[in-house]
């Protein structure tokens, strides 16, 4: 059974964090993530992407400028070193410093959702309802908790991709939509910078993440495939119960059309593309033009 989230509901987040202060730190991490993190004015924050030169992704992030020489990186648990050493491995002279750090995330999630007095508050659109990231102050205990389970639901009905599930060493940015909340197309360059650039602006995907809608009672596996015309053309990444049947997210191939008859373990599916509303605190970053 669904919950409605009818004022705000509490979720703990899982994170890593890495701090990256000093003299330098706007221009080295500006050189270093995909994202314009110097158009970020303070409190403000942004995702970014950590790519290889070949456009792979190590990390995902959402970057917060705690002050002119002061960023913290939010990341996935298992990513904190991956962040900490790749960066520390390419700073060279550049006069900043880059450390872990330790920190409480909690999600306040619902139309009334808001910052309590004193902590760090971050925009978060991953969940498809007004959600504030809290840092180091938790909530009010009488304040209602989402399970783990409902959250999870809420990622993929929002069509927001995981690291470790619907992005690893396989995955483009832009096949799970990241070009469009992670990615600006008008700063200077980054590793990966070029791949990524020549896809958005002369080339296309061959698949593209997509929100399932599938008629059975209990989630299919991760990989499960995608059957269009007894033809394999995707597989499932996520899955959750929504009780109604199974929401999930999957990669399917882009010529393969949203009202197609698609099958998932032999039950029925209907497609759309996930909703990708701009995030309220992205810099001006995603203009139609490229200095390439």
């Known amino acids: 059974m669904q919950i409605a989230i009818a004022s705000v509901a509490v979720a703990r987040r899982p994170r890593a964090f890495v701090r990256v202060s000093g003299p330098q730190a706007a221009d080295y ?17 942004c995702e970014a992407l950590l790519l290889t030169a070949r456009a792979r992704v190590i990390a995902t992030l959402r ?6 020489d002061d960023f913290l990186l939010l990341t996935e648990p298992e990513l904190g ?10 700073r060279f002279a550049a006069r900043c410093e880059i450390e872990p750090e330790g920190h409480e995330s909690w999600l ?11 902590a760090l508050a971050v925009a978060n659109d991953d969940y498809g309802v007004p959600c504030v990231e809290l840092l180091d102050a938790a909530p009010a205990g009488s304040l209602p908790r989402l399970p783990d389970e409902e959250v999870e639901r809420l990622r993929i009905e929002a069509g927001t991709p995981r690291f470790g599930k ?16 992670a990615i600006s197309f008008t700063k200077g360059c980054y590793p990966g910078q070029e791949p990524v650039a020549r896809l958005h602006f002369r080339g296309h995907a ?33 899955a959750a119960a929504d009780g109604v049947g199974v929401v999930a997210l999957a990669y399917v191939r882009v010529e393969v059309p949203l009202d197609a008859e698609v099958s998932v373990n032999g ?3 209907t497609m759309a593309r996930p909703a990708r509303p701009a995030p309220s ?7 139609e033009d490229s200095n390439l």
């Open 267 to 269: 039950a029925a599916a």
């Open 29 to 45: 991490l500006n050189r270093m993530v995909s994202n314009d993190v110097v158009a970020l004015a303070p409190g403000a924050s």
């Open 281 to 287: 605190e992205k810099p001006e970053c995603a203009r």
């Open 63 to 68: 970057v917060v400028r705690r002050g002119e």
């Open 81 to 90: 070193e991956v962040v900490r050493s790749h960066l520390a491995r390419f």
């Open 108 to 118: 306040l999630l619902g139309p009334a959702a808001g910052q309590e007095e004193g």
């Open 206 to 238: 061959n698949r593209e993440l997509r929100v399932l809608r599938i008629a059975m009672g209990e989630p299919p596996s991760s990989g499960a495939e995608v059957l269009h015309e007894g033809k394999a053309v995707g597989r499932v990444t996520s």
């Open 166 to 181: 619907e992005i690893d060493e396989r995955v483009l940015p832009a096949e799970a939509g990241l070009d469009e909340r």
